[in-house]
């Protein structure tokens, strides 16, 4: 019972500080989404991609950028669901099928990332070694 | 602040019932393999087949190995960078419990480093030998 209060009081002082912080990107609201698309890396948000994006990126999981990550038919059509209706609005000629490829990404990152961050994180597509606050929809927390 | 603390304390109970929860879980997965692949389970086998090298799969993923790690006792990580925790189940305890957890990895993670599903033998080995370490 002492590890829960701690643990309590340990989530509140962490949503405290990070809501001092400025903007708030989202995160993935739906708990099936969060832990299918959260499995193998960051559940990244919708909102960063466009809706054609995701529907090329989950249309395909068998063959996910040289995994497989595959998932039944219902799961398949209920995570699809829920980044189309929260994915980026605009028009998109080259629809990306990376966040790491969009402009501003590469410009945001150009500079400001050490060698050393950079291979530590192994890739950049795992936002969680660099945004500790990336879960909670914070990225310019470090 | 009180409120938030009663489904906390709900699932802190649920937490220490998983261990028994997952044993049982785990039984029943291998109970339903066994009937399937109609043999033996050998630690030695399942060993072999998490170590070796395949050929087959996907080219990043030779290997059991290439995202849980040389040794079932140790964490791995995935291609984007997450970590896995251990496979023992000495380590991690909940492992192999959850049989739609258990068949979509295998379904997923044969079909990339084999290039094809594992047999309800192979699978079993697996779960045999990661239940010996």
Same mark, same amino acid.
């Given at each position: 019972?002492?590890?829960?209060?701690?643990?309590?009081?340990?989530?509140?002082?962490?949503?405290?500080?990070?809501?001092?912080?400025?903007?708030?990107?989202?995160?993935?609201?739906?708990?099936?989404?969060?832990?299918?698309?959260?499995?193998?890396?960051?559940?990244?948000?919708?909102?960063?991609?466009?809706?054609?994006?995701?529907?090329?990126?989950?249309?395909?999981?068998?063959?996910?950028?040289?995994?497989?990550?595959?998932?039944?038919?219902?799961?398949?059509?209920?995570?699809?669901?829920?980044?189309?209706?929260?994915?980026?609005?605009?028009?998109?000629?080259?629809?990306?099928?990376?966040?790491?490829?969009?402009?501003?990404?590469?410009?945001?990152?150009?500079?400001?990332?050490?060698?050393?961050?950079?291979?530590?994180?192994?890739?950049?597509?795992?936002?969680?070694?660099?945004?500790?606050?990336?879960?909670?929809?914070?990225?310019?927390?470090? | 602040?009180?409120?938030?603390?009663?489904?906390?304390?709900?699932?802190?109970?649920?937490?220490?019932?998983?261990?028994?929860?997952?044993?049982?879980?785990?039984?029943?997965?291998?109970?339903?393999?066994?009937?399937?692949?109609?043999?033996?389970? $050998?630690?030695?086998?399942?060993? %072999?087949?998490?170590?070796?090298?395949? @050929?087959?799969?996907? &080219?990043?993923?030779? #290997?059991? !190995?290439?995202?849980? $790690?040389?040794?079932?006792?140790? %964490?791995?990580?995935?291609?984007?960078? @997450?970590?896995?925790? &251990?496979?023992?189940? #000495?380590? !991690?305890?909940?492992?192999?419990?959850?049989?739609?957890?258990?068949?979509?990895?295998?379904?997923?993670?044969?079909?990339?480093?084999?290039?094809?599903?594992? !047999?309800?033998?192979?699978?079993?080995?697996?779960?045999?030998?990661?239940?010996?370490?």
């Amino acid at each position: 019972m002492k590890k829960v209060t701690v643990s309590v009081l340990m989530l509140v002082a962490t949503a405290m500080t990070a809501s001092a912080d400025g903007k708030r990107y989202g995160t993935i609201r739906d708990k099936v989404t969060r832990e299918e698309c959260g499995a193998c890396h960051l559940a990244y948000p919708a909102g960063f991609l466009p809706a054609v994006s995701w529907k090329k990126i989950i249309g395909n999981l068998p063959d996910h950028f040289g995994d497989d990550a595959s998932l039944d038919e219902e799961t398949t059509k209920h995570v699809l669901n829920y980044y189309l209706k929260h994915s980026r609005h605009g028009k998109f000629r080259n629809p990306a099928m990376r966040i790491t490829e969009l402009r501003w990404f590469v410009r945001e990152h150009r500079h400001e990332v050490s060698r050393r961050a950079r291979k530590r994180a192994g890739t950049m597509s795992n936002c969680q070694a660099c945004h500790r606050g990336a879960a909670r929809g914070y990225f310019d927390d470090d | 602040m009180r409120k938030s603390l009663i489904p906390l304390a709900l699932s802190g109970l649920a937490m220490t019932l998983t261990p028994a929860l997952a044993g049982s879980g785990r039984t029943g997965i291998l109970e339903q393999l066994q009937a399937e692949a109609g043999q033996a389970f $050998s630690a030695e086998r399942g060993k %072999a087949l998490f170590m070796a090298r395949h @050929k087959g799969g996907k &080219p990043k993923t030779p #290997s059991c !190995t290439t995202c849980h $790690s040389k040794s079932p006792l140790n %964490a791995g990580r995935t291609r984007a960078g @997450k970590r896995i925790a &251990p496979m023992a189940v #000495s380590k !991690t305890s909940d492992r192999y419990s959850d049989p739609k957890k258990v068949a979509k990895w295998f379904r997923r993670n044969c079909r990339s480093v084999l290039g094809r599903e594992c !047999t309800p033998l192979e699978k079993g080995d697996f779960i045999t030998f990661m239940m010996s370490r």
